[in-house]
């Protein structure tokens, strides 16, 4: 009975703990300084008062999302795909940023009513994503927030639409270690609770 109580009594003050979840607006002086930093969970919210939650704002993927703070202009490939070296003819999973001068040579190819977009790099490694799952960058397009969600196209936040820059006082990706924690200690709670009733049904 006291470990039932010990773990609700640990649940409730996490999620007491989440419920004060909120944002802070980001000064100049702490943006001049470096912030946000590169695990930071941001919320960019817009001139027309349109409120975008990222990752960390300079590379992130959640699944099959991208988020990009580019700050110049640049020539990109982004994407998640997969990657197979022909000489080891290891393939993997691959979620990543990739400069447009080391691409050697491209081609799209139909497979099973599926577009694919296959890159060949000058290391010999080859890329391929479904159409969806990728995005070109190039100069022209300029710096800003861009914003790949596969299937949907890639979308581009200028840095002159944002009217400020928010950052979570959580960070979830510390906080998912906590959740973890909380979760285990359940657990071996639990079963030292379950122990303890075993080993007295043998007095």
């Known amino acids: ?5 010990l773990i ?4 409730v003050s996490f999620f007491n703990y989440i419920g004060c979840y909120s944002y802070y607006t980001l000064t100049e002086e702490e943006i001049n300084a470096g912030r946000p930093y590169p695990d930071d969970e941001i ?11 990222f990752g960390p704002p300079v590379t992130h ?23 197979f070296n022909p000489i080891t003819k ?26 694919y977009s296959v890159y060949w790099l000058k290391d010999d490694n080859r890329l391929s994503f ?14 800003g927030y861009y914003i790949l969600e596969p299937p949907d196209p890639m979308k581009k936040i200028s840095f002159n639409e944002v009217k400020e820059i928010q950052v979570s006082k959580i960070n979830w990706y510390v906080t998912g270690s906590l959740i973890a924690l909380y979760v ?11 122990g303890a009733k075993a080993m007295s049904g043998w007095k």
């Open 90 to 115: 290891a393939k993997k999973n691959y979620q990543g940023i990739v400069e447009v001068e080391i691409i050697d040579s491209s081609k799209t190819f139909n497979v099973d009513s599926k577009l």
């Open 1 to 5: 009975m006291k470990n039932k109580i």
């Open 8 to 11: 609700s009594l640990l649940v």
């Open 130 to 143: 479904e159409e969806g799952y990728f995005a070109e960058i190039f100069p022209g397009q300029g710096t």
């Open 184 to 194: 285990a200690a359940g657990i071996v709670l639990g079963a030292l609770g379950s």
């Open 43 to 53: 919320r960019l919210v817009l001139k027309d008062s349109t409120k975008v939650d």
């Open 61 to 83: 993927f959640n699944d099959d999302d991208f988020y990009l703070n580019l700050d110049k202009p640049d020539s990109l490939l982004i994407g998640s795909g997969k990657i």
